[in-house]
């Protein structure tokens, strides 16, 4: 089992910057693949970045060369360093992890969702 908490979220002006952080516990082996997920208002949930535990990571081609997803393995704790925020990347912001428990299975967990709201 895996719990997810973020934190980082808040009010900033287009092209400021903010860091998301997903901190993970339970009773697990590891963390598999990470990764940041957001919806908005009236809109489908996307993937925005995503990291797997080789360090293998994908963005949406919205925030290419804005967003930088990385993992602190020792702390189990995935982040988003946001850069040059827009408007359109206001969101709720979820991680989401895989984590191999100690029973032997496999969980999938969301975090509660930290808001991001990026103003003209």
């Known amino acids: 089992q895996v719990q997810l908490v973020e934190s980082g979220g808040g009010l900033v002006q287009a092209g400021g910057s903010l860091r998301l952080s997903c901190a993970a516990s339970g009773s697990f082996f590891s963390i598999n693949d990470m990764g940041w997920y957001r919806q908005a208002p009236g809109k489908q949930r996307e993937l925005v970045a995503g990291?797997?535990?080789?360090?293998?990571?994908n963005y949406v081609n919205s925030v290419k060369g804005r967003f930088t997803i990385s993992r602190d393995n020792a702390k189990n704790t995935c982040y988003l360093q946001m850069n040059k925020l827009e408007p359109e990347d206001t969101a709720v912001y979820y991680c989401?992890?895989?984590?191999?428990?100690?029973?032997?299975?496999?969980?999938?967990?969301w975090g509660q969702g930290t808001q991001v709201t990026v103003s003209s």
């Open positions: 989401n992890a895989e984590a191999y428990g100690k029973d032997y299975r496999y969980y999938r967990s």
């Open positions: 990291i797997t535990s080789g360090s293998n990571r």
